[in-house]
């Protein structure tokens, strides 16, 4: 019951927040370009914009599989990226008018309408483009050399999303791994099934594995499982594989399922196995400090999409210590990926998306 209450207080924080950005930006753009008798027009018309993109958020919540009112549901999404990055600028004016200028400006005005515009393009542009493909080499003095592709965090809601993840499979059979890892979050409400999707996972031949993220749970727990299966994913939910001299265990969501620290441990320590190489799957970067202090693991993690849009990276990492690329630890090694999609407004700002491809030495 606790925890209820302090999502549902987390909740209408961040609501009365999102409420508070909109007359911040209303307040700003009358300071500093003096809107005069337009100054109730413009607040009419972002406390519209702000119930509009509000709404769409709960109704997309009520009601999951209506395509009619997808376009809504994606215009309440990339409103919230613009108020966010906008809202972000308008604090900067305000900073740098009150430390140099001492006054209201409307160059600072003008300047912070053109920035936040480009901004939210170039954000938009980082958002729906096809995902880098980053290398990386992890050195373990192991027997064998073998190469993982590592991705999370696809959120497959809107049509637009399916289409770049079949170029993206596509991509990755092409790179030729020994095995391919999805770390969690492929499904979100809205989610369609495309049997082209399915062709383009298949013809990667390789053993494909799949963890739960939390997205995936609210999706619908065994839909989200038996559609990872019927792509050609094993699913790991606290269990195991072995891939000859490869060990992975995957972990549920640990918020989800509220696993705590001693949980953790004990399902890694059940299923470890001496003398071969340990990967850890978590959708979520937690406990690495304990995990590294008790086995030799590599771990792999998501989760945080590195903040996706500024300042949220600040938010994200008082949350989570580890909060993307590589870490080591003692014997082991954790790497955080910023994840190949994105989870609401369809834009990146100051975070790009990824696929990882790692190289086992």
């Keep these: 019951m606790a925890k209820v209450v302090i999502i549902l207080v987390i909740f209408l924080l961040l609501i009365l927040g999102y409420f508070l950005s909109h007359l911040y930006i209303v307040n700003f753009l009358d300071r500093h370009l003096t809107l005069n008798n337009y100054k109730n027009l413009v607040k009419f018309i972002f406390v519209l914009l702000f119930s509009v993109s509000f709404l769409s958020l709960i109704l997309r919540a009520i009601i999951k599989s209506d395509t009619v009112l997808k376009p809504i549901y994606f215009f309440g999404f990339y409103w ?33 309408l053109l920035v936040s515009l480009i901004s939210s393009t170039l954000a938009t542009y980082h958002g729906i483009k096809m995902p880098k493909i980053k290398h990386i080499t992890i050195d373990l003095d192991g027997n064998n050399s073998f190469r993982i592709v590592y991705l999370s965090d696809l959120h497959l809601d809107f049509k637009y999303k399916n289409k770049i993840a079949i170029e993206l499979f596509n991509k ?119 995990l590294s202090s008790n086995f030799d693991i590599m771990m792999l993690s998501g989760h945080t999409h590195n903040g996706q849009v500024f300042p949220f990276h600040i938010f994200t ?45």
């Design 172 to 290: 990755i059979k092409n790179i030729g791994p020994g095995i391919l890892i999805f770390g969690g979050d492929m499904f979100d409400p809205g989610f369609v099934y495309d049997v082209k999707l399915e062709e383009a996972i298949k013809r990667i031949y390789c053993t494909k594995i799949a963890i739960l993220g939390n997205h995936d749970y609210y999706f619908g727990l065994e839909k989200a499982k038996g559609i990872f299966k019927q792509l050609g994913f094993i699913v790991l939910q606290n269990s195991t594989v072995e891939i000859e001299n490869v060990n992975i265990i995957g972990l549920g969501d640990i918020r989800t399922e509220d696993l705590h620290k001693e949980e953790i441990v004990s399902i890694i320590n059940n299923n470890y196995k001496t003398g071969k190489l340990n990967i850890v799957v978590s959708h979520q970067p937690l406990f690495f400090d304990e």
């Design 80 to 112: 919230m990226g613009v108020v966010v990055i906008f809202v972000s600028y308008c604090v900067i004016g305000d900073f740098i008018s009150f430390l140099f200028i001492r006054r209201n400006n409307k160059y600072i005005g003008l300047v912070v």
């Design 317 to 361: 990492r008082i949350f989570y210590k580890y909060l993307y690329g590589l870490f080591k630890k003692n014997k082991s090694t954790l790497y955080v990926t910023s994840g190949a999609g994105v989870w609401g407004p369809p834009m990146r700002f100051l975070s790009s998306s990824e696929v990882v491809v790692i190289d086992i030495l």
